[in-house]
């Protein structure tokens, strides 16, 4: 990563304005945490700010609220976020305002103050500069470690910059490094494997990576669209009949790998199922099988085994969405599968994109046997596909 990081700056006796990505899961109920992996990934940037005699005045957003929403207040995150420092964190009771500024510049070396969700002001998403203006009143200098918010031009991972030193932490620093060593100086042979729903979601990704991969795996209903471009009967699944001819664009691109194969690998057989439901019935068939009023959930077993079998001889690989609707266990087997297969790999960097993906790894239980699970979906998407995101650009350089 060519811009500064924590290591570049003298924090000592400095108020550090940081920008964290706290949004986790919580259930509904209780707001009880159900994966604290992104309060965990951030902990190596505030013990070390702390140990450099800084005071720590943190900044996040928490879901996607239309105003101040109770239910979305960062309260659990600070009593999480406490267990896991070892120290007290300050809970605010708003984001701006002189009473933060008060709390803010009373705090001393090692006090930690987090503030309420930056998303309770409109102005944060507006990258309003008079809002940056009011959190920039907090502190003395600003790291951005929201890797998972990088892709937002937002006040508090864009705006803010424009007026403090900016400077990258330890968790952006390793996001940057994995993606950016995998997409721009990977060993070979380079495997993508691209699912999810939607090729319009994807394209920019598969047009970027297809000069620089040996093979791209297509999977998720995204693989149905190719399918029906190619002509086959695809029974109710889910497709974009407005996106063939990209898809068949896309075919076009990808048949030119240097061995005479196709850089673009689709699936051979599905997991069918005769309703979108978890206790639907399925059956598995031929790829260009399927039966009117069935459709599509997930790859089927010969696709597996035969994308494992390109995986194989893969020494970078690189994975961004679901091979089909794996939040229904009986469809789950394709990207469950991959998931297991990858952690199998020796020799091999593992680079898991976020999202559905890093949730994958993580309900396979192989999440630790990977190089690195990103901890943005979005970001890590939009840095496949070759764009320069707000917060990483705004940081200043080495």
């Not at 304005?17 to 190596?44: G, Y």
């Not at 937002?152 to 940057?176: C, I, N, W």
């Not at 240097?258 to 639907?280: E, N, Q, T, Y």
Request: aromatic share 6%; proline share 5%; with cysteine.
């Amino acid at each position: 990563m060519n811009k500064k990081t924590i290591r570049d700056i003298d924090v000592q006796g400095k108020r550090v304005l940081v920008r964290c990505d706290f949004n986790v899961p919580q259930d509904k109920k209780d707001l009880h945490i159900t994966d604290d992996r992104r309060i965990r990934e951030a902990l190596p940037t505030l013990r070390y700010l702390l140990a450099q005699g800084a005071a720590l005045v943190l900044m996040s957003h928490l879901g996607r609220p239309k105003g101040k929403d109770e239910k979305l207040s960062l309260k659990p995150i600070a009593a999480r976020l406490q267990e896991l420092l070892g120290r007290p964190v300050i809970m605010a009771d708003d984001v701006i305002g002189d009473a933060v500024a008060a709390q803010a510049n009373a705090l001393k070396p090692g006090d930690v103050l987090l503030l309420e969700n930056v998303r309770f002001y409109p102005a944060e998403e507006k990258n309003d500069p008079a809002f940056a203006r009011e959190l920039v009143r907090l502190g003395d200098m600003y790291v951005n470690d929201a890797f998972g918010s990088a892709h937002r031009a937002h006040a508090s991972t864009r705006g803010v910059a424009d007026y403090l030193p900016a400077v990258g932490g330890f968790l952006m620093q390793k996001e940057l490094d994995f993606l950016d060593g995998a997409l721009n100086n990977p060993r070979h042979p380079f495997v993508a494997i691209i699912g999810g729903a939607k090729i319009g979601d994807k394209i920019g990704v598969i047009e970027n990576l297809l000069p620089k991969v040996d093979r791209i795996l297509i999977g998720g209903s995204m693989a149905n669209t190719f399918a029906l471009a190619n002509g086959y009967a695809i029974g109710d699944s889910l497709a974009e009949a407005d996106k063939l001819d990209l898809a068949r664009a896309m075919m076009q691109k990808g048949s030119r790998a240097g061995d005479g194969a196709s850089k673009l690998v689709f699936p051979v057989d599905w997991l069918i199922a005769d309703k979108f439901a978890a206790d639907a019935q399925a059956q598995v068939v031929d790829v260009q099988s399927v039966p009117a009023g069935w459709r599509i959930l997930d790859i089927g077993p010969e696709t597996l085994k035969l994308f494992e079998t390109e995986l194989s001889v893969a020494k970078t690989v690189v994975w961004n969405g679901p091979m089909g609707v794996f939040e229904f266990p009986k469809f789950a087997n394709g990207t469950l599968g991959i998931a297991r297969y990858l952690a199998t790999l020796k020799d091999c960097i593992t680079v898991i994109g976020g999202g559905d993906s890093a949730s994958a790894v993580e309900i396979a239980g192989v999440a630790d046997k990977m190089s690195h699970v990103s901890t943005g979906g979005g970001a890590s998407l939009e840095f496949m596909e070759g764009r320069v995101l707000p917060g990483v650009e705004a940081l200043h350089d080495k």
